[in-house]
T-cell receptor
Framework: GQQLNQSPQSMFIQEGEDVSMNCTSS?????WLWYKQDPGEGPVLLIA?????ELTSNGRLTAQFGITRKDSFLNISASIPSDVGIYFC??????????????FGQGTTLQVKP | KAGVTQTPRYLIKTRGQQVTLSCSPI?????VSWYQQTPGQGLQFLFE???????NKGNFPGRFSGRQFSNSRSEMNVSTLELGDSALYLC????????????FGPGTRLTVT
């Protein structure tokens, strides 16, 4: 079945550093979603991407829809302590046109040292 | 606009019992999806409801069921609980129309002993 692979699995960085993470699949996706989850809470939608090559920003976050449609990237600039959490990529499964069935990557855990 | 709400937030049940979890979507959202999150399996799709009809279903046993009411509120039920059902159950709502953007509630933490 479809799978999303995120890397790295975890990152431990210094406050102020930039962060890059990615999500890859062997299947083509028409939509990429990036979420952040804090401990004990539900995931929060950060960025949605709908077109191959699309680059979208949300504050210090920038995400890109890979041109092969099999990958996506998330960058965080000038990290701050509140960026700590787990970042998930997600996308609709094949054949789930106009339905709410998403598959998720296993997540990238980000820790920021003040 | 109020976000997705889920009740209860925490629940402890015994093996063999059944449980019902509730979800109220964002006002105006008609699609509600449910996910199970565990450390080992991550986030897995359970089912989705739209206009009171189940539109999609994941690969979970029949012990997991759900429904949606005319006001878009949704409930999920797990019967004959097993230890492996311990998880964070997340509900997400989505506006009508062609969008995959889902907005999650805080989840219900279910512990089965």
């Amino acid at each position: 079945g479809q799978q999303l692979n995120q890397s790295p699995q975890s990152m431990f960085i210094q406050e102020g550093e930039d962060v890059s993470m990615n999500c890859t699949s062997s299947s083509i996706f028409n939509t990429w979603l990036w979420y952040k989850q804090d401990p004990g809470e539900g995931p929060v939608l950060l960025i949605a991407l709908y077109k191959a090559g699309e680059l979208t920003s949300n504050g210090r976050l920038t995400a890109q829809f890979g041109i092969t449609r099999k990958d996506s990237f998330l960058n965080i600039s000038a990290s701050i302590p509140s960026d700590v959490g787990i970042y998930f990529c997600a996308g609709p499964t094949s054949g789930s046109s106009n339905t709410g069935k998403l598959i998720f990557g296993q997540g990238t855990t980000l820790q920021v040292k003040p | 606009k109020a976000g997705v709400t889920q009740t209860p937030r925490y629940l402890i049940k015994t093996r063999g019992q059944q449980v019902t979890l509730s979800c109220s979507p964002i006002s105006g959202h008609r699609s509600v999806s449910w996910y199970q999150q565990t450390p080992g399996q991550g986030l897995q799709f359970l089912f989705e409801y739209f206009s009171e009809t189940q539109r999609n279903k994941g690969n979970f046993p029949g012990r997991f069921s759900g429904r949606q009411f005319s006001n878009s509120r949704s409930e999920m039920n797990v019967s004959t609980l097993e230890l492996g059902d311990s998880a964070l159950y997340l509900c997400a709502s989505s506006p009508s129309g062609v969008t995959y953007e889902q907005y999650f509630g805080p989840g219900t933490r279910l512990t089965v002993t």
